[in-house]
């Protein structure tokens, strides 16, 4: 048993001695920071050559600020067709109809401009609504879309949120 172990050592011994010659003494393979230099390519290559396959290769400020430009343009086309819509009603009623119609606004549900970009969490979302009066319980808010399991599954872009919506109202809207 002892001889057999013992040859079985040596074995693996002469074994490694073999490899480890071969692999220090083979000079015709090139080294490994050789082959990374000749496959990695450049940020200014990368970008080329993804250009040239038709993508659009923007850095992180560029992307923000035209995430920023979209959404101001949004909201200001938002604010401007309501606008267009209160200065329409306006001219079309008679002015005891436009104080009752104000009263009655003053009591009707708040209209916001929810915006979710790209990787926002739940929490973030409903800061947002909390920000725009439409919820008042961020915890609440965020439980009951961990609940539902829908957290991860917002969709970017933007909603008008009135704040008669009821939470799954919002979900439905916004995944």
Same mark, same amino acid.
């Given at each position: 048993?002892? *001889?057999?172990?013992?040859?079985?050592?040596?074995?693996?011994?002469?074994?490694?001695?073999?490899?480890?010659?071969?692999?220090?003494?083979?000079?015709? *393979?090139?080294?490994?920071?050789?082959?990374?230099?000749?496959?990695?390519?450049?940020?200014?290559?990368?970008?080329?050559?993804?250009?040239?396959?038709?993508?659009?290769?923007? *850095?992180?400020?560029?992307?923000?600020?035209?995430? *920023?430009?979209? &959404?101001?343009?949004?909201?200001?086309?938002?604010?401007?067709?309501?606008?267009?819509?209160?200065?329409?009603?306006?001219? !079309?009623?008679?002015?005891?109809?436009?104080?009752?119609?104000?009263?009655?606004?003053?009591?009707?549900? !708040?209209?916001?401009?929810?915006?979710?970009?790209?990787?926002?969490?739940?929490?973030?979302?409903?800061? !947002?609504?909390?920000?725009?009066?439409?919820?008042?319980?961020?915890?609440?808010?965020?439980?009951?879309?961990?609940?539902?399991?829908?957290?991860?599954?917002?969709?970017?872009?933007?909603?008008?949120?009135?704040?008669?919506?009821?939470?799954?109202? &919002?979900?439905?809207?916004?995944?």
């Amino acid at each position: 048993m002892a *001889n057999s172990l013992r040859s079985f050592s040596i074995g693996l011994i002469v074994a490694s001695v073999a490899c480890g010659a071969v692999y220090f003494t083979n000079t015709s *393979n090139e080294t490994d920071a050789e082959v990374q230099a000749e496959t990695l390519l450049t940020d200014d290559e990368m970008i080329e050559q993804l250009e040239e396959q038709g993508y659009l290769v923007r *850095n992180s400020e560029e992307w923000e600020d035209e995430v *920023n430009t979209v &959404i101001d343009t949004t909201r200001l086309e938002v604010e401007a067709e309501f606008a267009a819509q209160e200065e329409e009603e306006s001219e !079309e009623e008679p002015e005891e109809e436009q104080e009752e119609e104000q009263e009655q606004e003053q009591e009707t549900e !708040e209209v916001f401009l929810l915006i979710i970009r790209n990787g926002m969490t739940s929490f973030q979302v409903a800061d !947002e609504l909390i920000r725009g009066n439409i919820i008042d319980n961020k915890q609440e808010f965020v439980a009951q879309a961990e609940q539902q399991n829908l957290a991860g599954f917002l969709k970017p872009g933007a909603y008008e949120i009135t704040s008669g919506m009821s939470t799954a109202e &919002i979900f439905a809207l916004i995944t």
